[in-house]
């Protein structure tokens, strides 16, 4: 039961990586209403905030998918916390449309609104950040889950990264709050960073056991 | 072909599950035209019950999920009509959606569109719970569908079960006419009581066979 | 490569049949600026229609995966012109919500666009059956794709079958423009029985090879 | 490991691929207030530039989902940078209902609107043609990704067909300005083209390995 269970708990979950990922697309809307000659006008201007946004959550959310897989790999044995909290991890992404949305509506006017978008957004993925730690802090709660523990300095050291995840990701929506591009565009550095470094999870070298 | 059967019915629900709970973002919508420096007061007081529909309605599909997945496991034999029960199972919870969006509009008014909003919602998660029983019902009538049907107790206890969550799902409605808000948070109540509660469905201990 | 080529087959047309089967909610839309007192009223007089429609065209894209699931299971070689057919059949499956919406939205006026609204319903069923049809003709053209064709005789029976299939479903466009509530119950009736009847497909028994 | 995260990347490329084709219904709404008898003129006169777009996007992802499965297909080793370049990939495939939705609205007035829509269309193909060509230079940069590598020759001709691709997708993006309906047809052309020219991928013959 467990090996279907846990093959059935990532169907699910790729799923809804996949659909919310491709509901970013829905934010972009074809302009109505436009004068001859004026469309690449409007699809440039009017629209670059939602390019851009569309961009950045695409990486984002692909990006946790990717750190998702890695961590749900080693599991051995699936309990209904364990659902919960994966649940709860997928509540936070499924959701990042809606920020996404907000942001690239308001980014562009550059005031108080726009602060106020991009802090929203950075509270999402934080949101998600923390769902992550705790979904980590079950995994390796102690031996059920994942048949054997890494070595505690590890799993300590792999604490204190997802730690320093949640403190960074407090950092960018403080930022919001100074200049909403920049913290838009520290989001896509993350992604980055977190799609690269792979020790910020809990990767189990060889076979699947 | 069974086996395969079943997998394609279980990707197949999987996917309608994980469409369902992601769709429910799309009624959280961007507002348009807000004045500077109102963003943040309408993000909260305007969509509140936005958040509160959407975090509930992911939990309640999300443990609809688990315990159609803890249901189909121990298939061994599909036939149709367990297809089209499995099919008007999905047709209930791919349906959540819009009594969510219902409910998100209506809430805050407290009177009786607020009432009537959340009866439909009970009515709903009610069609649900009462095609989980026709399911279950048919997954138990002999010993086809499961290959050795649990100890005649056994199945008599789960039915008795089930037949209580309907009747506690029509009090949830009923209490719809009385507080809006209570009927909702009752039913996260029961959302989380079915995701720990795993006698209530005929699970299996062993392997897949 | 074939197997895997049939699985990532069925995955992606598992795919389109979920999500095409999902988005049937979001022509539900909760109504908005409902005096207090009357969203019951609305709630059931303005939207019945889209109950209806929601409820049979559920039902129609669910009894297409499972004929498709059928058609599909016993391929041991999947070639273009296979997966070409089978996009074919998927771009009427996915194209179902649009006439579904126009049929809910004015199936009530009863009067000459009903009739129109569910001829186009019945449009794009009918070439969902062609799309079968020639599926069906290039799964028995040779034993190629089969690996060994069922004995001449059956495969004509089944032929003949789809064509019945094909002139039952113009029946019921050109029923439309008598009656078109009663054309929409004709799909419900025709859906249910391509459910039971298990003939009209090349289904062969034994396991999969 | 590689074996897994093979099956989850195709997984929820798959995923986004289905979603993103079945998302091309959401842009064909029911007509609205249209007074009786007039449903017939509007669903054709006002949508048929919509179902067109509808037909050739969906062949369009369709055979772009049938040569990410030729390409993914021989690959043994999964690592980060072939992560985001498929996401990379995924990022132009399912933006395409975006110039969809711009194609449909203003193919119909035939002047410079319809020109730009066309060129964002031809501009977001180009976009997936070229991720392809990233994501076919990762795999066959060395032997690391695919196990082996094709013979020199085959994977010199194969980077030159590929090129050739992106060159005559430039060619169809210049030729929106000339004739918008022209460059839409030869999208489709090209789509054909693309499914019945196997060689373009590197196909590997024989069984996974």
Not at 164 to 173: D, E, I, K, T
Request: hydrophobic content about 55%; proline content about 7%.
């Amino acid at each position: 039961m467990p090996a279907v269970t846990k093959n059935r708990l990532e169907a699910f979950s790729d799923g809804v990586f996949a659909i919310a990922i491709t509901l970013l697309v829905i934010d972009l809307r074809a302009p109505a209403h436009v004068p001859p000659g004026r469309l690449a006008h409007d699809l440039w201007w009017n629209l670059w905030p939602n390019y851009l946004a569309y961009a950045i959550s695409f990486l984002v959310i692909g990006v946790m998918w990717l750190n998702h897989h890695r961590m749900i790999d080693p599991v051995q044995w699936v309990d209904t916390p364990l659902l919960l909290l994966n649940l709860h991890l997928l509540l936070w992404t499924a959701l990042l449309p809606f920020p996404t949305s907000v942001v690239a509506e308001h980014l562009r006017d550059g005031g108080s609104n726009a602060k106020v978008a991009m802090a929203l957004y950075g509270f999402v993925v934080l949101g998600a950040a923390v769902a992550f730690v705790c979904l980590f802090g079950w995994l390796t709660r102690d031996e059920r889950i994942l048949g054997s523990l890494p070595p505690k300095p590890e799993v300590r050291r792999a604490r204190q990264r997802f730690g320093l995840g949640v403190l960074v990701y407090s950092v960018a929506l403080a930022l919001s709050f100074v200049s909403p591009l920049l913290a838009l565009l520290m989001h896509a550095a993350m992604a980055l960073y977190y799609a690269f470094d792979q020790s910020a999870v809990a990767a189990r070298p060889g076979d699947e056991g």
